[in-house]
């Protein structure tokens, strides 16, 4: 079966400091995979997704993550973090037989002026 | 078109009564997901239709609930007999049923029902 595991529920960084946020992954075929934002009260947002063309993958709002077959990781990424960053991140993979996504738990990032 | 929709964006009953939520995709999309999710937990899988078939119904998704898109179009999801348990914001995404790596799937802002 696949999955993801967000590591860490909360972070909490300073303005202007680096974003890495974690997220591993379970799976016997080659994963797609996904990173959600969802802002208060609202539904979720695309950040990036990895689909194999590239392991580097540069998604909205400055953020990047990185899939790294040997550690099973696509940790999300943002040099330099803003006031408006803070929001719930969802790492996901996408099933392939229907399309549904699975969810990691998310983690909650803060930034502090 | 501006993207899915999702109606009400808010519902309070009490336990035992019915309701029912709607979500209409974005036009061209023949696929929707219904996700439901708890306070301080990622969404999970309820159901989804491509086009007008329900495909595929997770575990969690119990007798009372039930989920329709009857012209392949707008879908609805009822809970009948709503328990304090079915509080949760539930989400409809929909996609254009493609390939996994080619897939995306797009959120509506969510229904999040109360049930006291």
């Known amino acids: 079966a696949q999955s993801v595991t967000q590591l860490g529920s909360h972070v909490s960084v300073s303005e202007g400091a680096l974003v890495l946020l974690r997220c591993n992954y379970s799976?016997?075929?080659?994963?797609?995979l996904f990173w959600y934002v969802q802002y208060p009260n609202q539904g979720l947002q695309l950040l990036l997704k990895?689909?194999?063309?590239?392991?580097l993958v540069k998604g909205i709002n400055g953020f990047e993550a990185e899939f790294k077959k040997s550690e099973t990781s696509f940790h999300l990424t943002k040099p330099s973090a803003h006031m408006s960053d803070a929001a719930e991140y969802f790492c996901?993979?996408?099933?392939?037989?229907?399309?549904?996504?699975?969810f990691g738990q998310g983690t909650e990032l803060s930034v502090k002026p | 078109d501006t993207g899915v929709s999702q109606n009400p964006r808010h519902k309070i009953t009490k336990r035992g009564q019915n309701v029912t939520f709607r979500c209409d995709p974005i036009?061209?999309?023949?696929?929707l997901y219904w996700y439901r999710q708890t306070l301080g937990q990622g969404p999970e899988f309820l159901t989804y239709?491509?086009?007008?078939?329900?495909?595929?119904k997770s575990r969690l998704l119990s007798d009372r609930f039930s989920a329709e898109r009857p012209k392949g179009s707008f879908s609805t999801l009822e809970i009948q007999r709503t328990e304090q348990g079915d509080s949760a914001m539930y989400l409809c995404?929909?996609?254009?049923?493609?390939?996994?790596?080619?897939?995306?799937?797009?959120f509506g802002p969510g229904t999040r029902l109360l049930v006291l």
């Open positions: 990895y689909t194999s063309a590239a392991t």
């Open positions: 799976s016997s075929v080659p994963p797609y």
């Open positions: 995404a929909s996609s254009l049923g493609l390939a996994p790596n080619q897939e995306t799937q797009y």
């Open positions: 996901a993979v996408i099933v392939n037989q229907g399309g549904k996504l699975i």
């Open positions: 036009s061209e999309h023949n696929r």
């Open positions: 239709f491509q086009n007008e078939a329900q495909l595929e």
